[in-house]
């Protein structure tokens, strides 16, 4: 599957892909299903060329459920987002077509009008953000009757790359714990065991924004705190589903030439920073989160290369997530100590002395 999302509707698990329609009664064993969007001769006269349909989005409010997709031809900025809607998705069964929700190239921003996902923010209000390469991601407000935008709103631009040729795409928004958290992938995508897409995120109090990241760097100035997963593979272009609660990020990841779905639970760390790493859940696990705010020594997160100066000798140790070790130094009072081997990701961190142990989780971004 590739660029996955995620809904349920009664006892049945939908996810819709560029790759197609698919349902589960478990979340583990999928099936193909039938119904997704609807041909149309508008979409062609808008996107001549296009390459199918690409990294849909689906959500429900008002009893129906909204279809936003994308139309493009690879590494093109002639691209177009569409809206179909349903009452149900029980029994398959095709999307009736709403039309042209957003084209590019467009007079309101340097834009690529893909990648598209609603967002309700709380007060009866929904905003479509989407967006790939060129200026990044944008966000707009929409008539929730019509789910087109409102022609007294305007475009905003919520998250770039430093440089035009640094990849930044797959947005996604979720309300939750005071905020707005901003999910989207980095670099490349589509190249198999050779793709380097990575997920990060940024948060605000708006849905417009500024999003910050953990750092407190705009997402507007290339900001993005890197959600590493612990794996060896690119993966990217998340959905989040939410049941009872509980989040899981849905996206894909490249183990081999094509891309396999991988569902995993989100939870929040004690600064309700979105994490994989449950034992930093402050939700699921009070008692270790204080522990770990009293246990640690260093920052939370180190810009890459790593590096950082101690008040005394210690002996550090450095694992994964799976608590493979992958490095041990010895390191000595207020003298810098640099890990260039250190690739971006999430580690537990070790620090032996004679008095004492510290153990601490660290991002390195």
């Given at each position: ?17 560029t790759t197609g329609a698919y349902t589960s009664t478990d979340k583990v064993k999928w ?111 929409l008539d929730p009757k019509t789910g087109k935008f409102l022609d007294t709103a305007s ?39 050779k793709s380097t897409y990575n997920m990060r995120i940024g948060r605000s109090k708006n ?159």
């Amino acid at each position: 599957m590739h660029d996955p999302v995620m809904i349920k509707e009664g006892n049945t698990y939908f996810i819709y892909a560029t790759t197609g329609a698919y349902t589960s009664t478990d979340k583990v064993k999928w099936s193909r299903a039938s119904g997704f969007v609807p041909s149309a001769s508008w979409q062609s006269q808008q996107v001549p060329g296009h390459a199918g349909y690409w990294a849909p989005d689906i959500s429900y409010r008002d009893g129906k459920y909204w279809l936003y997709y994308s139309m493009s031809t690879f590494g093109s900025q002639h691209s177009a987002i569409g809206l179909a809607t349903k009452t149900t998705l029980i029994g398959g069964g095709t999307f009736e077509d709403q039309g042209l929700a957003v084209k590019s190239p467009s007079s309101d921003g340097n834009y690529n009008a893909i990648d598209p996902n609603a967002i309700e923010d709380g007060n009866g209000n929904v905003y479509l953000n989407w967006g790939s390469w060129w200026d990044g991601i944008f966000i707009r407000q929409l008539d929730p009757k019509t789910g087109k935008f409102l022609d007294t709103a305007s475009t905003t631009n919520i998250a770039t790359r430093v440089r035009t040729n640094m990849g930044i795409e797959g947005a996604f928004i979720i309300r939750t714990r005071g905020y707005f958290y901003l999910f989207v992938s980095w670099d490349k995508c589509c190249a198999g065991l050779k793709s380097t897409y990575n997920m990060r995120i940024g948060r605000s109090k708006n849905v417009t924004g500024p999003y910050m990241d953990m750092s407190g760097v705009a997402m507007l100035k290339g900001g993005g705190t890197l959600l590493a997963d612990g794996s060896q593979f690119a993966g990217g272009h998340n959905g989040i589903f939410e049941e009872d609660g509980q989040f899981y990020v849905v996206y894909h990841v490249y183990k081999q030439q094509g891309s396999d779905l991988e569902i995993r639970y989100l939870y929040f760390d004690k600064d309700n920073w979105p994490t994989f790493d449950r034992s930093m859940s402050a939700d699921l696990n009070q008692a270790a989160a204080r522990s770990v705010k009293k246990e640690s020594l260093l920052p939370s997160s180190f810009r890459y290369p790593m590096s950082f100066t101690t008040d005394g000798d210690y002996r550090l140790s450095l694992f994964d997530f799976q608590g493979k070790s992958l490095l041990r130094k010895q390191v000595s009072s207020n003298k810098p100590v640099q890990f260039p081997g250190i690739k971006p990701g999430s580690y537990y961190l070790q620090l032996n002395s004679k008095e004492r142990t510290y153990k601490q989780r660290i991002i390195v971004y």
